[in-house]
């Protein structure tokens, strides 16, 4: 069994700031790529930003210089630092995983989610 949960989200001004947590755990030999997706209510779930294992990191433009993707491989966790929020960024967070289970199955894992609401 793999979980993925994350944590952070929540209530802020425009322009305020948040960080997201997501940790892995179960049987896991290794995490490929990491990454944020978000789903606003009435839209289609979109890719925020991920990361590989070695640290190589990719953003969609409606993010890039606002927020900032990391991860700690020892401990199974990627963050997710975002700053000049604005309220289109609005939306249900959830991260996920592509990874090697100890069983040697490949898979793609998801979190349930956390709200990030940006409002004044």
């Known amino acids: 069994q793999v979980q993925l949960v994350e944590s952070g989200g929540g209530l802020v001004q425009p322009g305020g700031s948040l960080r997201l947590s997501c940790a892995a755990s179960?049987?896991?030999?290794?995490?490929?790529?990491m990454g944020w997706y978000r789903q606003a209510p009435g839209k289609q779930r979109e890719l925020v930003a991920t990361i590989t294992s070695g640290g190589s990191t990719n953003y969609a433009d409606s993010v890039k210089g606002r927020f900032t993707i990391s991860r700690d491989n020892a401990k199974n966790t990627v963050y997710l630092q975002m700053n000049s929020l604005k309220p289109e960024d609005t939306a249900v967070y959830l991260c996920?995983?592509?990874?090697?289970?100890?069983?040697?199955?490949?898979?793609?894992?998801w979190g349930q989610g956390t709200q990030v609401t940006v409002s004044s």
């Open positions: 179960g049987s896991i030999f290794s995490i490929r790529t």
């Open positions: 996920n995983a592509d990874l090697l289970t100890t069983s040697f199955s490949i898979g793609t894992y």
